[in-house]
């Protein structure tokens, strides 16, 4: 029997509304806490994008009630551009780090990571509850900007100094706006930590008997692989966002140059470099990136043995490749800054690491589709989102080839093409991984079905819509359309409006077919069919315990492994599949790697 | 179902490419002489990612096509190879790729980055600031004069901070918010920013330099084909960002000098 | 043909027994694979969660302080308006203060073991060393407090050179990290003195303190090179 002294706090059984779903320790009501926000802040971060686009593709369209969301933004409901630009900014700062970061890797990491590797819970559940309200008051700031003096920062989400550093002088949003984004950041990056921490010590302590790291299924390799990532990395941006709020507050010059000249007055900062908040930035940044695919891989490589029922081809080059990445992506951060002014010898040197990470990409999505081979494939709701990250993750990491290579992004950097392909890579295929864990999950999570017809009208519009959407801004990008600009001005950009007006199209029915989403979730949690323990008949250990588990998970027991998780199509057994508990003796032979 | 995905998915990946076949948009004409390896790189990299965009496209489409529906009796296969397989063709096929396209583009990047400019090119200094580009000839006496920040006035129009009161080689220098050049001939552009971060971007020049507050830093480039063209701001810079860009016209020697003199006389 | 991995048990025979006692050093990172009539031979010996966690928070914290010794290093190299100046000397009494208060932290941990079984033990409560430990804690944090007079008596603050900003700036991030530790000594005092502190908790706030410690160190060596 597991060894309980090790818990440092058993189930604890809450007894008020409270204890039980707003502090709550358990988990998997934390896991749902974060699921709901990541929604909550994916349906803010939707709206701001319709918003950019019908201004991008008919800008002197009257948005009708924009000047109820801000007057001084919206005047007579025509977007300026500074509002254009603070609604950029928002959206991108909403969507990288409460949504990208918090569904993969917080919501379906919280639910599921103790239960696949056989705990009760995770070890530190106060710091776990204190992770999920330390980055939902890190939300909270950041939506208080909106309501603020001149609104919020408008910087982008990578906020570069000297415009965010050196103070209102810079911009509308410029002052508040920006200690407000840096705290929020802050805060998130502090939850993250302890979110890490959570998953770290679960991972590597809190393991059932039988359960040896490599039977691990690769949803928690992924999680752990992220956390280690997470830890790095945010504990990197942290301070930075400390440093730039002090430059604002405290009237210190770590980002902010001498002799600049703003509005004809010259700035007291002396001495500070701009190129720092770059490069602490982007050594988070790149990381970051990771941190938002490496979980929807590991749902995707977790989906695809039970949909196509074998086991992927190998688990382990899954597992060597998810940490390739990992590692890789400290040694890339410079291709953000080919042109910045950085030594031009540090160019070439970003780019080779950032050329050979193509080699573990390229390996993950080779295991996918050479599992598929000769498999049999059940074409269920995740089944279908799982297969359509695998083709957008591709197009997304070819265009990546190109930004790779200094000499090309002499040409496409900071022009549609970056738009492109990081929307793919992380707005579409992170997304999609989001898409199919959830309808993988929900089941467990909620004890009722969701409604597959409706999963895959949702699927098939928004496969389509989102080439529709993101395709067309690589054109945009190879014929030089610059991003970030709120309208386009320039003679060259002028025969390209027509394609934003498609766009604006695109995206504004795509985002539309989302509430088919948003309604078959919510519609599923009350009304659904009752879900059965294992409706896909898998293998991990999610699926041996009950539909929803029960507050320690597994019912008093802890289960054993026996085996590796995937054991799909075993010759020899008395079923199609083995269950990672099923005492069953089978056959055993070498993986294949 | 499973045979219409498939099919999506190759329409998709089609479809995709055939603007990029047709060029329907794409770069802007190359007229600098550091710019055929970009483009012979660019067109290189298109070709490989095109070829392992339809091919692994069109791969997931055939496997979902056939695996989908498995005849009664057939038993579940392997990829021949097994995963080993595909990791020696991803180190061999796709290292090799990169490390050959890493190693020319570095060779591309580094004659345009690298390289000093030529004893003779002429100097043009830019100044970046929101929102608006600024030029600075040297004049007949060939020297910059020095800047003085706390000079700077939009007001007056002293964008550069010049002293021509007390400073000797200032008296001659010709700002201008348009920017000109002679063809074929090498200009040394030096860069600073006024106050905070800008970019450099002429599309057809194949040149784009970020400005960076408190780093003097600088390009050189020839032009070879006379037009006017623009120079657009690439850094996010605040609001007037979108707007904020310059004309560069590259002229005859002849259309130049007279150019010149014309905006030496509106100092 | 799909395949299971059923990877034989990996020195599960060889282990000594007592190595498989929670030490704080076991094997929760090995491959352990019961034969299926063979469970007793894979106990749950994984580590205590607080000992992988503190060297979680470990790796987190030396990230953050590696982030700002890079700034540091930058921005003194960087511009030519860095002004060197002599760091307090109360920096060095406070420093020979923390190392005392690890000491005594040690002391009291060896103690606790011995307490914690019994009255029989005769080991009286070690309290007093953790006490101990607390209040040089909280003399440190007074000490930087006063080192922060001095300077700016000097006429040096937050905002008046980087050098000054980062002397602020790391002082400051090492103390609010000392308060938690302090936060967990209180604790661990709490706990001790109605019994009911585990040898994990103890272990782990111990680790954590000498980590403060070290720290502290490398930031004293740091801010004397650079500054």
Same mark, same amino acid.
């Given at each position: ?46 709206? =701001? ?12 369209? %009257? ?49 599921? =990571? ?71 950041? %802050? ?52 301070? %930075? ?33 701009? =190129? ?318 | ?267 | ?227």
């Amino acid at each position: 029997m597991h060894d309980t002294a090790h818990v440092q706090v058993g189930p604890h059984v809450p007894k008020t509304f409270i204890g039980k779903y707003i502090f709550s320790l358990d988990h998997k009501v934390i896991g749902r806490q974060y699921y709901d926000l990541a929604l909550v802040a994916v349906l803010v971060g939707m709206f =701001l994008s319709w918003l950019m686009r019908i201004h991008l593709g008919f800008p002197s369209f %009257a948005i009708p009630g924009l000047h109820l969301l801000s007057q001084n933004g919206a005047p007579g409901n025509v977007m300026t551009p500074e509002y254009y630009l603070q609604l950029m900014t928002m959206h991108g700062t909403i969507m990288v780090f409460f949504v990208l970061t918090t569904a993969p890797f917080a919501a379906f990491g919280n639910f599921f =990571l103790p239960i696949q590797v056989g705990a009760e819970d995770m070890p530190f559940p106060h710091f776990n509850m204190m992770s999920f309200w330390v980055t939902f008051t890190g939300f909270l700031f950041l939506v208080a900007s909106f309501f603020v003096g001149d609104g919020p920062t408008l910087g982008g989400w990578t906020q570069y100094a000297p415009l965010s550093a050196a103070g209102s002088v810079t911009g509308p949003g410029q002052g508040l706006g920006v200690v407000l984004w840096a705290t929020s950041i %802050a805060f998130f990056c502090i939850g993250q930590l302890l979110g890490s921490l959570n998953f770290i010590t679960t991972t590597l302590d809190m393991r059932t008997k039988g359960m040896s790291l490599w039977r691990m299924p690769l949803t928690v390799w992924a999680w752990f692989i992220t956390s280690v990532m997470g830890l790095t990395a945010f504990a990197v941006l942290m301070p %930075a966002c400390i440093l730039l709020i002090l430059d604002h507050v405290a009237g210190t010059s770590f980002f902010v140059a001498s002799n600049l000249v703003i509005n004809d007055q010259l700035q007291p900062h002396s001495g500070g470099s701009t =190129l720092l908040w770059q490069h602490l930035f982007w050594f988070f940044g790149h990381p970051e990136v990771y941190i938002a695919i490496v979980p929807a891989m590991g749902i995707v490589s977790h989906i695809l043995p039970t949909a196509i029922r074998r086991p992927l081809l190998s688990h382990r080059v899954l597992v060597y490749s998810m940490s390739a990445l990992a590692a890789l992506s400290y040694m890339v951060y410079g291709h953000h800054m080919f042109v910045s002014g950085m030594n031009p010898i540090s160019s070439i040197a970003f780019s080779f690491p950032t050329l050979i990470i193509t080699i573990p990409a390229t390996i993950v999505v080779l295991v996918w589709l050479g599992s598929l081979y000769g498999s049999r494939i059940r074409l269920t709701t995740p089944c279908l989102f799982a297969i359509g990250m695998i083709s957008t993750f591709i197009t997304g990491g070819v265009s990546g080839f190109f930004l790779a290579q200094p000499s090309l992004d002499i040409m496409l950097h900071a022009t549609y093409f970056v738009v492109g392909h990081f929307h793919f890579v992380m707005a579409v295929s992170a997304l999609f991984g989001i898409f199919a864990g959830t309808y993988f999950w929900f089941p467990k999570m909620y004890g009722r079905m969701m409604n597959e017809t409706l999963g895959k009208i949702h699927f098939w519009l928004t496969f389509v819509g989102v080439y529709c959407i993101f395709m067309p801004f690589h054109y945009l990008g190879l014929a030089a359309n610059v991003r970030r600009y709120q309208a386009f001005v320039d003679d060259y950009t002028q025969p390209l409006l027509p394609v934003h007006k498609f766009i604006t199209v695109a995206a504004l029915c795509t985002g539309a077919v989302q509430f088919i989403f948003l309604y078959n979730l919510i519609h599923s949690r009350f009304w659904g069919k009752p879900a059965p323990d294992n409706p896909w008949e898998g293998t991990s250990l999610e699926w041996s315990t009950a539909t929803p588990p029960p507050l320690d998970n597994f019912g008093g027991t802890l289960p054993v492994v026996y085996h590796d998780p995937y054991q799909y199509g075993i010759e020899g057994s008395t079923g199609d599949y083995v269950m990672q508990t099923s005492p069953e003796k089978i056959q055993t032979q070498h993986d294949e790697a | 179902m499973a045979k219409l995905l498939a099919v999506t998915i190759v329409i998709i990946a089609i479809v995709s490419a055939i603007p990029i076949l047709r060029h329907t948009w794409w770069m802007p004409e190359d007229i600098s002489t550091h710019g055929p390896p970009i483009d012979e790189q660019m067109s290189e990299t298109m070709a490989e990612a095109g070829i392992s965009f339809l091919a692994s496209q069109i791969l997931l489409a055939y496997f979902i096509w056939r695996y989908s529906q498995p005849k009664p009796g057939e038993k579940i296969k392997s990829f021949p190879g097994g995963a080993m397989g595909l990791v020696i063709a991803a180190f061999l096929l796709v290292g090799t790729e990169v490390l050959a396209l890493g190693a020319f583009g570095a060779k591309a990047w580094a004659d345009l980055y690298l390289s000093p400019p030529a004893a003779n090119a002429m100097p043009v200094q830019v100044q970046a600031g929101q929102f608006a580009f600024y030029f600075r000839y040297p004049g007949p006496d060939g020297t910059f004069g020095p800047l003085h920040p706390d000079m700077i006035s939009e007001a007056n129009e002293n964008f550069f901070g010049l002293d021509t009161t007390h400073d000797q080689d200032s008296k001659d220098d010709i700002v201008t918010a348009e920017m000109a050049i002679p063809v074929n001939r090498e200009i040394h552009l030096l860069m600073h920013s006024k106050d905070l971060g800008h970019s450099f971007f002429v599309p057809e020049l194949r040149i784009h330099q970020d400005f960076v507050p408190g780093l003097d830093l600088s390009v050189h480039f020839t032009a070879t084909k006379i037009g006017k063209y623009e120079i657009v701001c690439t850094q996010l810079c605040g609001l007037g960002h979108y707007n904020m860009k310059a004309y560069l016209y590259v002229k005859s020697q002849e259309d130049f000098d007279s150019w010149l003199k014309q905006q030496a006389a509106l100092q | 043909m799909a395949t299971t991995v059923h990877e034989p048990p990996r020195n599960i025979e060889n282990l000594d027994p007592s190595r498989l006692k929670n030490t704080g050093n076991g094997g929760g990172w090995r491959n352990l694979v019961p034969e299926a009539d063979n469970l007793h031979s894979v106990q749950a010996y994984a580590p205590p969660p607080s000992s992988t966690a503190i060297w979680v928070v470990v790796a987190a914290i030396s990230m953050t302080f590696a982030a700002l010794t890079s700034a540091l290093i930058v921005r003194r190299g960087g511009a030519v308006d860095w002004r060197h100046f002599t760091l307090p000397s109360i920096l060095y009494v406070n420093t020979l203060v923390l190392l005392l208060s690890s000491v005594t932290l040690e002391i009291a941990r060896r103690r606790v073991a011995a307490f914690m079984r019994g009255p029989k033990s005769g080991q009286e409560n070690p309290a007093r060393w953790l006490n101990a430990t607390l209040a040089l804690g909280l003399f440190f944090l007074a000490g930087q407090y006063l080192a922060w007079r001095q300077l700016s008596a000097q006429g040096l603050y937050l905002a008046t050179n980087p050098s000054s900003s980062f002397f602020y700036v790391f002082t400051a991030a090492h103390g609010l990290h000392l308060l938690g530790g302090l936060a967990g000594l209180m604790r661990v005092i709490h706990k001790l003195n109605r019994r009911t502190l585990r040898r994990t908790t103890l272990d782990a706030t111990a680790r954590y303190w000498h980590f403060m410690d070290i720290l502290w160190v490398y930031l004293l060596l740091l801010l004397w090179m650079k500054l």
